[in-house]
């Protein structure tokens, strides 16, 4: 349910603002649309509606820059009011939509259909992805140029990714002169070929095509060494391969313009799930090892089907590790609906990917947050400001005359995630069913509350 732009104070929760290094118990009062000020014990204007946060975070709009809503084209599995929805429930005030569509967003005028479509039907702020190559087949540049003064944020080839490194280069230089940052799918697909799932024990175990890890790796490397060449920033998507991590982070420490992203997916599962079982963790972060302590599913389940693949434990302490130092910066979703006929096929012809909009907070809190590995101000940088200087969008902030985009958890609360109730059109998600410790309570986009959990419970 969407209220209208009114007076609103939020009374008494602890305002967390990573863009502000700001962490205290405040009131926030909205009012017009933006942010008008945060101090503690506000005067009630007349008129405002009062919320009581107290014993929650106030933080800035959650912004999450990898997202598939499928329109146009694929509306069956989602589209940009049904996805937007999930996004509002999620606590997200800000989505960044992949270009993979159909037909793909290597025009300006898809460009602005999908901007047309988010302004009658999204209650959320919905921002475009364009291609890098002409139909995401790694052959012709896209107008690159022409989808910038479209408004596009970004280019990427997300869902596949660009071979020809010379290509790739020019595509560098290209967005450079259009200050516009290029994010990669990193997969090479003549060592990949037609693998389903991380090459490993679990793979032969269980008979599927391996995925080897260096899939990844060798794309990263290429990238590392193109940003340096060019000094275009290149943003490397779902990181899942420790070695990955190792090279973004030395990267970085000598000054090449690159960063990576973490899906909470790798932070979360390995490959052993795939096999039918997996570790749960103890609260110190270890995971437990006995045949009690842990969860059953059953082996082949395609909703653990994703790209890149779940991979090892080493593998995703790794990706924990690079979270906790700051090597991967930001954390996403890539929500990737599909429809349950697609999904309820053998694992080889199952289409890679799982819905993740309205988890990944919850799973964020309970597996990174809650066991220790980041703290709350990091945390939630990881889903404002990063992402927001990144793609230099004007959000992620609580900074006064910034526009009123809050998220406001309840970092304690326990509950059971059901995925049958979601706005979703698609259902294919490995966490159906589990208990998480954090969700968002409410979420305000431009001053009008787009979603509260009262009204969900209701």
């Known amino acids: 349910m969407v209220t209208p732009m009114s007076l609103v104070l ?14 205290e118990i405040a009131d926030v009062f909205l009012s017009g649309g933006k942010i008008q000020s945060i ?3 506000l005067p009630t204007p007349d008129g405002a509606e009062v919320i009581d946060c107290r014993g929650q975070v106030v933080c800035p709009g959650l912004i999450d820059l990898h997202v598939h809503f499928r329109e146009p084209g694929q509306t069956a599995k989602e589209d940009i009011a049904t996805g937007a929805a ?11 939509c992949m270009p993979n569509t159909s037909p793909t967003i290597d025009s300006p005028a898809t460009v602005k259909l999908i901007q047309a479509r988010a302004a009658a039907a999204a209650p959320v702020n919905v921002y475009v992805t364009g291609t890098i190559t002409l139909g995401i087949a790694g052959e012709e540049l896209s107008p690159i140029g022409s989808l910038k003064d479209a408004g596009v944020v970004a280019i990427t080839d997300d869902g596949k990714c660009v071979q020809n490194n010379e290509l790739m280069r020019r595509a560098l230089e290209y967005a450079g002169m259009f200050n516009l940052p290029v994010m990669d799918h990193c997969q090479d697909y003549s060592i990949v070929t037609d693998g389903v799932m991380h090459e490993g024990y679990w793979s032969t175990n269980l008979g599927l095509k391996g995925w080897p890890a260096a899939g990844e790796d060798l794309i990263v490397a290429r990238n590392i060494e193109l940003a340096e060449l060019t000094g275009t920033h290149i943003h490397c998507q779902h990181i899942s391969s420790g070695k990955s991590v190792e090279l973004i982070r030395q990267a970085k420490a000598r000054g090449v313009p690159v960063s990576g992203e973490a899906c909470v997916h790798h932070f979360t599962l390995t490959d ?6 997996e570790h749960f963790w103890a609260e110190d972060g270890r995971e437990l090892q006995t045949e009690a302590q842990r969860t059953e599913w059953p082996a ?5 089907k994703m790209n890149p693949p779940l991979r090892s434990a080493d593998d995703r302490a790794a990706v924990i590790e690079g979270l906790t130092d700051g090597t991967l910066e930001i954390i996403a979703s890539d929500h990737a609906p599909h429809c349950a006929h697609e999904k309820d096929v053998e694992f080889d012809y199952a289409p890679f990917g799982i819905t993740g909009l309205e988890t990944e907070l919850a799973v964020s809190l309970t597996f990174l947050h809650h066991k220790g590995h980041l703290e709350l101000p990091d945390l939630i940088a990881k889903y404002t400001v990063n992402p927001a200087r990144l793609l230099k969008l004007p959000k992620g902030t609580l900074s006064e005359g910034a526009d009123a985009d809050v998220t406001v958890i309840d970092p304690d609360a326990e509950w059971v995630f059901d995925a049958s109730i979601s706005p979703s059109k698609s259902s294919n998600t490995p966490f159906n069913g589990w208990t998480f410790k954090g969700r968002p309570t409410m979420t305000v986009v431009g001053g009008k509350i787009v979603w509260r959990a009262e009204a969900e419970m209701a």
Do not use: C, E, K, M
């Not at 939020?10 to 962490?23: F, I, M, T």
């Not at 052993?272 to 079982?277: D, F, N, W, Y």
């Open 10 to 23: 939020l009374q008494g929760g602890r305002v967390v603002d990573p863009a502000n290094n700001r962490d």
């Open 272 to 277: 052993a799930t795939i096999g039918g079982s």
């Open 39 to 41: 101090a503690p014990d």
């Open 86 to 96: 999930a996004a509002a429930t999620g606590g997200f005030t800000t989505v960044v």
């Open 300 to 304: 082949y389940d395609t909703h653990f």
